[in-house]
């Protein structure tokens, strides 16, 4: 009897079909690698091999079975992509990316305190005051404006 991975196919799981054996209805590997998924079984294969992934999976229960997949499929893509540190290396480089983001963010709330208290401080400068006359007398260039113009020809 072949297991599916949906009820309307006879097709063998990635898995068995890979390994080109029968596909049994307790085939621990069909939930987690359906057919129309190749590529999925085939990297974690060439990395993990096949005897490891059905040792894990009989390992952790049931419910954690579809994670523990997902974690291996996502490690199995970025070994194939970087051999040397996998998901490790991915890791890092969003890590550094994190912190250089950070210290711009750092760097713009910074900017941002100092306007603000620059806008502060200026719009709470009280006003300038007009300047003081001394006595109220003005003096111009007009003769007829001039307050001591009839004192000092007299």
Known sequence: MA???SSYSNSPCAACKFLRRKCLAECIFAPYFPPEEPTKFTNVHKIFGA???SKILNEVQPHQREDAVNSLAYEAEARMKDPVYGCVGAISVLQRHVLRLQKELDATNTDLVRYSTATATATA???RR???HHSGVYFTSNDHDHPYK???RE
Do not use: T
């Open 3 to 5: 297991c599916s991975s």
């Open 51 to 53: 005897s490891n992934v």
């Open 125 to 127: 400068r009280p006003a």
């Open 130 to 132: 007009p300047p003081r």
């Open 150 to 152: 009839d004192q000092e």
